[in-house]
Nanobody, 133 residues
Protein backbone atom coordinates (compact mmCIF):
# COMPACT_ATOMS: atom_id res chain seq x y z
CA UNK A 1 0.00 0.00 0.00
CA UNK A 2 1.37 3.38 -1.01
CA UNK A 3 1.91 5.67 1.95
CA UNK A 4 3.08 9.27 2.28
CA UNK A 5 4.23 10.53 5.66
CA UNK A 6 5.25 14.14 6.18
CA UNK A 7 7.53 15.37 8.94
CA UNK A 8 9.54 18.42 9.88
CA UNK A 9 6.82 20.92 10.61
CA UNK A 10 6.61 23.05 13.73
CA UNK A 11 6.89 26.60 14.93
CA UNK A 12 9.49 28.94 13.51
CA UNK A 13 10.17 32.62 13.72
CA UNK A 14 9.73 35.02 10.84
CA UNK A 15 12.75 34.85 8.59
CA UNK A 16 13.65 31.35 9.70
CA UNK A 17 13.94 28.12 7.74
CA UNK A 18 12.31 24.74 7.86
CA UNK A 19 12.83 21.58 5.85
CA UNK A 20 9.90 19.29 5.40
CA UNK A 21 10.31 15.65 4.50
CA UNK A 22 7.86 13.26 2.93
CA UNK A 23 8.65 9.57 3.08
CA UNK A 24 6.94 7.84 0.18
CA UNK A 25 6.66 4.10 0.48
CA UNK A 26 5.55 1.45 -2.00
CA UNK A 27 5.26 4.05 -4.77
CA UNK A 28 6.53 2.82 -8.15
CA UNK A 29 8.42 5.58 -9.94
CA UNK A 30 7.63 5.80 -13.62
CA UNK A 31 7.96 8.38 -16.35
CA UNK A 32 4.42 9.49 -15.42
CA UNK A 33 5.13 10.04 -11.73
CA UNK A 34 3.96 13.32 -10.22
CA UNK A 35 4.93 14.38 -6.71
CA UNK A 36 4.30 17.66 -5.01
CA UNK A 37 4.00 19.79 -1.93
CA UNK A 38 0.79 21.67 -1.25
CA UNK A 39 -0.44 23.85 1.54
CA UNK A 40 -3.76 24.92 2.92
CA UNK A 41 -4.77 27.58 5.38
CA UNK A 42 -8.28 28.05 6.78
CA UNK A 43 -10.42 30.07 4.41
CA UNK A 44 -8.07 29.63 1.47
CA UNK A 45 -7.94 27.13 -1.33
CA UNK A 46 -5.25 24.52 -1.39
CA UNK A 47 -2.14 25.81 -3.13
CA UNK A 48 0.69 23.98 -4.79
CA UNK A 49 4.15 25.11 -3.72
CA UNK A 50 6.55 22.57 -5.20
CA UNK A 51 6.36 20.01 -8.00
CA UNK A 52 8.56 17.09 -9.01
CA UNK A 53 8.08 14.86 -12.03
CA UNK A 54 10.05 12.89 -14.59
CA UNK A 55 10.88 13.94 -18.12
CA UNK A 56 14.29 12.64 -19.19
CA UNK A 57 15.23 12.75 -15.53
CA UNK A 58 13.71 14.30 -12.47
CA UNK A 59 12.47 17.85 -12.84
CA UNK A 60 11.54 20.05 -9.93
CA UNK A 61 9.99 23.46 -9.78
CA UNK A 62 8.49 25.78 -7.22
CA UNK A 63 5.38 27.90 -7.53
CA UNK A 64 6.02 31.46 -8.64
CA UNK A 65 4.70 32.77 -5.34
CA UNK A 66 7.46 31.01 -3.38
CA UNK A 67 10.09 30.37 -6.03
CA UNK A 68 12.75 32.57 -4.47
CA UNK A 69 12.34 31.01 -1.05
CA UNK A 70 11.15 27.40 -1.39
CA UNK A 71 13.03 24.54 -3.01
CA UNK A 72 11.64 21.08 -3.65
CA UNK A 73 13.94 18.13 -4.10
CA UNK A 74 13.62 14.40 -4.49
CA UNK A 75 15.94 11.72 -3.19
CA UNK A 76 14.67 8.78 -5.18
CA UNK A 77 17.07 6.36 -3.49
CA UNK A 78 15.54 7.24 -0.13
CA UNK A 79 12.05 7.66 -1.60
CA UNK A 80 11.83 10.99 0.15
CA UNK A 81 10.54 14.30 -1.11
CA UNK A 82 11.82 17.44 0.56
CA UNK A 83 10.68 21.03 0.77
CA UNK A 84 13.27 23.53 1.94
CA UNK A 85 11.60 26.74 3.03
CA UNK A 86 13.67 29.82 3.73
CA UNK A 87 12.89 33.40 4.73
CA UNK A 88 9.59 32.30 6.13
CA UNK A 89 6.77 34.78 6.55
CA UNK A 90 3.64 34.69 8.64
CA UNK A 91 1.65 34.06 5.44
CA UNK A 92 3.50 30.79 5.03
CA UNK A 93 1.77 29.40 8.10
CA UNK A 94 -0.28 26.48 6.86
CA UNK A 95 -0.77 22.76 6.88
CA UNK A 96 1.64 21.32 4.37
CA UNK A 97 0.84 18.15 2.49
CA UNK A 98 2.81 16.02 0.11
CA UNK A 99 0.98 14.21 -2.64
CA UNK A 100 1.72 11.84 -5.48
CA UNK A 101 0.07 10.41 -8.53
CA UNK A 102 0.56 9.58 -12.16
CA UNK A 103 -0.10 11.73 -15.17
CA UNK A 104 -2.44 10.51 -17.85
CA UNK A 105 -3.57 11.53 -21.30
CA UNK A 106 -5.05 14.97 -20.91
CA UNK A 107 -3.92 15.35 -17.30
CA UNK A 108 -0.32 16.40 -16.91
CA UNK A 109 1.61 16.82 -13.68
CA UNK A 110 1.92 20.56 -14.19
CA UNK A 111 -1.76 21.08 -14.93
CA UNK A 112 -2.74 19.08 -11.90
CA UNK A 113 -0.22 20.99 -9.78
CA UNK A 114 -1.75 24.31 -10.83
CA UNK A 115 -5.17 22.94 -9.94
CA UNK A 116 -3.81 21.56 -6.65
CA UNK A 117 -5.52 18.29 -7.39
CA UNK A 118 -6.17 16.38 -10.59
CA UNK A 119 -3.88 13.38 -10.84
CA UNK A 120 -2.60 13.89 -7.28
CA UNK A 121 -4.68 11.11 -5.73
CA UNK A 122 -2.33 10.00 -2.94
CA UNK A 123 -1.99 12.33 0.04
CA UNK A 124 -0.20 12.39 3.33
CA UNK A 125 -1.75 13.51 6.59
CA UNK A 126 0.02 16.85 6.55
CA UNK A 127 2.40 18.68 8.83
CA UNK A 128 1.70 22.07 10.36
CA UNK A 129 4.08 24.97 9.93
CA UNK A 130 3.47 28.04 12.04
CA UNK A 131 5.50 31.19 11.46
CA UNK A 132 5.38 33.88 14.08
CA UNK A 133 7.36 36.96 15.01
Amino acid sequence: QIELVESGGGSVQTGGSVRLSCAISQYPYTSRSCMGWFRRTPGKEREGVGLAYFADGAITSSADSVKARFTISLDQAKSTLYLQMNSLKADDSAMYYCAAGYSSVGSTCTDSFRRAGGVFRLWGQGTQVTVSS
